[in-house]
């Protein structure tokens, strides 16, 4: 069956490209633009939010990623909330157990990141 080439506008750039048969819902030209589109902050808090109406029991062990709430990480917000005030740009939450999800407050410690990557070299040897 042969190509069929259509003709479309990169919606970031207005640069013109080809839609081939399987990409029916090509928006972008290339790769760069698509991630710059959605490397927004509108982009990333939408997707929080999104991500956050589904059931965190649902997504459970499926996904590696932190768990997200309105484009935050949770866990931060735990932290920030338990301490008071907003977390340093230096200052990480290490889940103890390495679970991502368990973000009980017992399971999360502050430390800078030079404490934070002794934790984890510690954990390889």
Do not use: W
Not at 10 to 17: E, I, N, Q, Y
Not at 46 to 72: D, L
């Amino acid at each position: 069956m042969p190509r069929v080439k259509e003709t479309r506008y990169c919606v970031l750039c207005s640069k013109a490209f080809q839609r081939h048969n399987g990409n029916t819902d090509a928006k972008y030209c290339s790769i760069k633009c698509a991630c710059r589109a959605r490397n927004t902050r509108d982009h990333q808090v939408k997707a929080g939010i999104e991500g956050g109406k589904h059931n965190i029991a649902k997504r459970g062990s499926g996904t590696k990623s932190y768990i997200k709430y309105h484009g935050r990480h949770i866990h931060r917000a735990i932290a920030e909330e338990r301490l008071g005030r907003k977390l340093e740009p230096g200052e990480i939450v290490h889940h103890k157990d390495g679970n991502k999800h368990n973000n009980n407050i017992r399971n999360l410690q502050i430390m800078t990141r030079a404490e934070h990557m002794k934790v984890h070299i510690h954990d390889k040897t």
